[in-house]
């Protein structure tokens, strides 16, 4: 089987998952790269053109280039894991929450404003808010985002001029213990870690691994249930705990990097080998 690798985003060849999971592959399949990070999308379709046609693209990253190539390849017949819709639905945090409530999954209510400028001086707005509220970017840039939790109106404004012009959307705050419990799903295989969420700041941030003996079938559920949704095989969910311990998902990502899951790799691997 061949087997090619899309890669847009810094660092992805250090990747804690890809390269054992490609070291394992090469043993009986051709596994090659194809690196858009400093390439247009045009070039990058023009060198998969001179290549004979994969069986299975993995799409690892979410810039344009990534997208326009692997959206070229799905046109042309061809196979990528995660699908450039789904892809790109994990981008757009209003696209996300419609898809989750669509599907009649737990996630916070979330209201879409053109930026945290527009908001600040639309009092009426305002007025209806209720504090406190998590305000965070749109768009999902991860480490750049904007994924913040406000306790007064007055702490909007201080906030104004850093993101004043950025697209955002509102969520409903829900009170927690101060963790973020983060699945990683390959194919139906789950792995989770505890890390401290980024609205609650503590010294600690590193991750606990949770034994996937001890998952819980709730999240295991929420987790599977999320990613049928957006139609992903590879990707991470991010739940609360809320109330008597009620999970509550608040993220998606496709192809996470699964950091500190063990057997990871050989589930990737694995899941490729069955398709």
């Known amino acids: 089987m061949q087997i090619s690798l899309i890669v847009s985003k810094e660092g992805s060849p250090d990747h804690p998952v890809v390269p054992p999971m490609v070291e394992r592959l090469?043993?009986?399949?051709?596994?090659?790269?194809?690196?858009?990070?400093?390439?247009?999308g045009?070039?990058?379709?023009?060198?998969?053109?001179?290549?004979?046609?994969?069986?299975?693209?993995?799409?690892r990253g979410d810039a344009s280039p990534a997208l326009e190539v692997a959206r070229h390849l799905e046109l042309r017949g061809d196979t990528v894991w995660n699908s450039t819709a789904a892809s790109a639905a994990c981008q757009d945090r209003a696209l996300m929450a419609g898809r989750m409530q669509g599907a009649g999954l737990p996630w916070p209510r979330t209201a879409v404003a053109p930026s945290l400028g527009?908001?600040?001086?639309?009092?009426?707005?305002?007025?209806?808010?209720?504090?406190?509220?998590?305000?965070?970017?749109?768009?999902?840039?991860?480490?750049?985002?904007?994924?913040?939790?406000?306790?007064?109106?007055?702490e909007l404004w201080v906030q104004r001029?850093?993101?004043?012009?950025?697209?955002?959307?509102?969520?409903?705050?829900?009170?927690?213990?101060?963790?973020?419990?983060?699945?990683?799903?390959?194919?139906?295989?789950?792995?989770a870690n505890r890390r401290r969420s980024r609205?609650?700041?503590?010294?600690?941030?590193?991750?606990?691994?949770?034994?996937?003996?001890d998952l819980p079938p709730d999240w295991r559920r929420s987790a599977l249930d999320?990613?049928?949704?957006?139609?992903?095989?590879?990707?991470?969910?991010?739940?609360?705990?809320?109330g008597n311990q009620r999970p509550v998902l608040?993220?998606?990502?496709?192809?996470?990097?699964?950091?500190?899951?063990?057997?990871?790799?050989?589930?990737?691997?694995?899941?490729?080998?069955?398709?």
Do not use: M
Not at 26 to 40: I, N, Q, S
Not at 257 to 262: D, E, F, I, Y
């Open 118 to 154: 527009t908001l600040v001086s639309d009092q009426h707005l305002l007025a209806s808010l209720s504090f406190p509220i998590v305000v965070k970017s749109r768009y999902c840039h991860r480490e750049r985002d904007l994924v913040r939790k406000f306790d007064r109106v007055e």
């Open 42 to 59: 045009a070039s990058a379709i023009a060198q998969e053109e001179g290549e004979s046609p994969a069986d299975l693209y993995l799409l």
């Open 226 to 242: 999320a990613g049928q949704a957006f139609d992903l095989q590879i990707y991470g969910v991010d739940l609360v705990l809320v």
């Open 250 to 275: 608040v993220d998606v990502n496709a192809f996470p990097s699964c950091r500190n899951a063990s057997g990871a790799p050989d589930a990737l691997a694995g899941l490729i080998e069955g398709f």
């Open 161 to 191: 001029e850093q993101w004043r012009d950025d697209p955002i959307v509102l969520q409903e705050y829900l009170p927690n213990d101060g963790w973020d419990i983060k699945l990683w799903v390959i194919g139906k295989a789950v792995f």
């Open 26 to 40: 090469r043993v009986d399949h051709e596994v090659r790269l194809l690196d858009v990070r400093a390439v247009t």
């Open 199 to 213: 609205l609650h700041p503590a010294d600690d941030r590193g991750d606990v691994q949770i034994p996937q003996d």
